[in-house]
Structures are given as structure tokens and as C-alpha cells.
């Protein structure tokens, strides 16, 4: 079971999906889960390395598709805000005559609850965050073409 965990998990998997992927496949609720990360020590543990490996997939994820001008930014930006507690900070340093430095800070979360949805509400949110960074032949044809000069 750990193996698949971790497999799963790095593929960007969070928790809540791994648990739905196993509930599916073998009916194990979110229940037994939590039961086998208190009663297994390192069934806990590959919870938390999987945590790292999911965390690895999304930044991987933004870094390879920086470019991608059909990356939905929005969407990326509140994934990695709520699997990740990421936040963005702007700070902007004015310096105005006669030397004096003004400071301006902004700092602000993305955060939405999903405990109350249900199954079927979860999968449908997995489906449009799926097709947002999706690498489907549209985008991967819009893409510029690079080439080799000659």
C-alpha cells in the first residue's frame, strides 16, 4: 500500500484524492485512513513524504508551463494556495525626494474550504481545475514551435 501512496501522491495527488482513489478501488473510507496513520507509524509517514512529492508535481507543473499561455494562472494560483497554504505578498519601496522611503505592503490568502462538498462536487471541481492546466493536443498545438537555424 505505501508504494501506491507515494505514487500516487506524486502525481499531485492530495490526501482527500488519494483517499477517494482507494475508496474507489477498494473501499476504504477516509475513516480507515486515518485509522492506519495513528495505528502504522510509517503509513504516516508516507502520508507526509507524499505530502513533499505532491507539493514537487505542482511546482513542477508551474515551472514547465511558465510559457504556456493557456496555464490558467488563476486556477494555479489557488491550488497551490490551498494544497500548499501559499501566500502572495507584494511590497512595494518608494523612495521620494529628499531621501525619504515609503513602504507599502499587501498581503493576502486564497483559501476555500472543500470539507463540506461531496464526492461527486470534488470530482467535478477535479475536472474543470484538470481541463484549466490540462496538456491536451490544443494546448500542446499552440504552443510556438521552435526552430533550429540552419
Not at 50 to 62: R, V
Not at 75 to 100: C, H, L, P
Request: glycine share 6%.
Amino acid at each position: 500500500m505505501i508504494p501506491k501512496v507515494l505514487e500516487l501522491m506524486s502525481q499531485g495527488l492530495s490526501r482527500q484524492e488519494l483517499c477517494l482513489h482507494l475508496y474507489k478501488k477498494g473501499k476504504i473510507t477516509p475513516a480507515t485512513l486515518r485509522t492506519w496513520e495513528k495505528e502504522h507509524p510509517e503509513f504516516l509517514s508516507a502520508i507526509k513524504d507524499g505530502k513533499q512529492l505532491e507539493e514537487a508535481w505542482w511546482m513542477n507543473l508551474g515551472r514547465v508551463d511558465i510559457h504556456n499561455r493557456n496555464l490558467n494562472i488563476g486556477m494555479y494560483m489557488i491550488q497551490m494556495a490551498n494544497r500548499f497554504s501559499w501566500q502572495r505578498k507584494d511590497e512595494v519601496v518608494q523612495t521620494v525626494k529628499g531621501g525619504i522611503t515609503q513602504t507599502y505592503k499587501h498581503e493576502y490568502e486564497h483559501k476555500f474550504d472543500f470539507s463540506n462538498l461531496e464526492t461527486t462536487e470534488v470530482e467535478q471541481f477535479r475536472r474543470i481545475v484538470a481541463k484549466g492546466i490540462s496538456k491536451s493536443p490544443e494546448v500542446e498545438n499552440s504552443r510556438p514551435k521552435q526552430t533550429v537555424p540552419a
